[in-house]
Structure formats: C-alpha cells, structure tokens
C-alpha cells in the first residue's frame, strides 16, 4: 500500500512530555504521572488509568468552591503513551526547574506530579468586579503543557508597560506582578463580558504569553458550565 501518511508517524522522542505536533501532546507515562484537563485525552497505548484528580486538599477546595477559577482535572496514570488535546488548540510546553508560572485556568492542558498548584488573585481585581480575577499558580520542577487558541506572541514585560486582555494573557513569569487597570470608566465594566473591559497590566522582570483570541475558550468554557461542567465545577473533590 502506499500512502501519504508517513509523514505522522508517532514521534519517538525519549521526553516525558513531547509535542507529536503542534496541537497533539504525547506524554511517556513511564516516566510520570499526570494531571491533565478533564477530557483532554485522544488516544493512548499501554496500561493506562484515569480517575479524578480532586482539588488536592480542604483547603484549596474551598478556594475552588469561592473563586470558581480552574479546570476539571483527571488523573492519569499507567505504562505506555497518552496523547492529549483540545479542540486542535496549540500546545505550548514549559520546563520548570524549582520555579512557577501563573496560568489561566482554561489554557492549562496538562502537568506532571513534580508541580504543585495553587489559585491565586489577580491584585486589584475584587474591589473592581464580583469576586475578582484568578488563576492558577503552578510551582516545582517538571513539564507543564499549555493551550493557546492560535499562535501567541511573548511579551518581555521588562521592556516597556505591558497591558493585555484579561482572556488573552494565558501565563506569565515568577518574577512578574500583575494588577488592574483602573484609567479607564468604571461604567465601560458593568453589564460587559468582553475581556477587552478587562485589562491586566504587567510589571516586573520576565514575561508574559498572550493568544490571539479571547473567545473560543471563553466560550467552551461557558458551555462546560450550563452543561454542568467548566469553571463553575472546578476541581471538583
């Protein structure tokens, strides 16, 4: 038989975490275990399992259950190979060495056992909207994957005063601090969803990753959640 298809052979590379291509991540489950987002999972060979993952503690559960901020998370465990997408969103990958990233809870993909996670508030957020902004804060030593909805563009917060779209900033830096931008009309907030009402500003020294899009996963997002699921149900333990 001939084909055209060699050109999607598996790739065999020998990380723990590998982009097959640039929407499609393969994860070697020999070599860790995973917490990935709930529903993520495409294909898999081998020995593999998955559960719930829990939100990992009483007192992150209350966070999940007052902030509403996240995903839903699986577990996924085993021998052999995952491959994990969502809605052919580009995948990003970034390995942290006793370091932390904030990330916005639906571009969060997937991450290995060497990281912890935390949410956190967006400084200045709750006295400007109805329960603030949050995020999540993922620190330690191993693979974190990343979704965005197109090719981002990386912005070196240092350079010049950084503002972005409170959907369209997906992660940024340890070394970066954020707030809300206030000069502009309080007016322009109320009765709004677009992020452009919303603007993040970026201080510091480091980065920040910002997609082309503030819509596609807003709106999955809201579907999850009249279904039952998305940010509403978050982490749920």
Known sequence: MQTTLGQFNETQSTDAFAL??????????NQVTVQAKLGS????QGDVTFEHAGSGGL???LKKAVTGEGTQ???VTGSGEVFLAVQAQDIHLIYLENDMITVNGPNLLAFDTGIDWDIRRVEGASS???GGLYNLALKGTGWVAILSD???VLLNVA???TFADAQAAITWSSGVSTGIRTDFKMKNLIGRGSGETVQMSFQGQGWVLVQPSEGRITADVTQQSSSGGGLGSL???
Request: net charge positive.
């Open 73 to 75: 998370l699986m577990k």
């Open 128 to 130: 400007m909207m109805g």
């Open 20 to 29: 097959q291509n640039s929407k499609l991540l393969k994860v070697s489950l």
């Open 41 to 44: 999972m495409v294909a898999y």
């Open 59 to 61: 007192g992150r559960m």
């Open 159 to 161: 350079a010049a005063p």
């Open 235 to 237: 982490l749920n333990g």
């Open 150 to 152: 197109g090719p981002p």
